[in-house]
């Protein structure tokens, strides 16, 4: 979805190598064969992964979701992420 421009946003938890993330750093995506590296062009600190769906729009994160609140499904069941 990233590599097709469906999805904008990425959310991660701020925590581990991801609390030291900066405008201009990179992210390395992988999936099966393929893989890609983008560049973080911002980023924005929510309380919660609600909070950052509401205000960013859940298309933006995840573009084939409906309601917030299976989107928020989605990260709560993501192990760690709770």
């Known amino acids: 979805m990233i590599l097709e421009r469906r999805k904008t946003i990425e959310g991660r938890i701020n925590n581990g ?15 099966g064969q393929t893989e890609a590296y983008c560049e973080v062009v911002k980023v924005v600190r929510y309380n919660s992964f609600k909070e950052m769906l509401e205000k960013e729009g859940i298309q933006k994160c995840l573009p084939d979701v ?17």
């Open 17 to 31: 190598p991801f609390k030291s993330l900066r405008e201009g750093s990179f992210i390395r995506f992988f999936s």
């Open 66 to 82: 409906q309601t917030l609140d299976a989107g928020v499904q989605i990260y709560d069941s993501i192990p760690g992420y709770r």
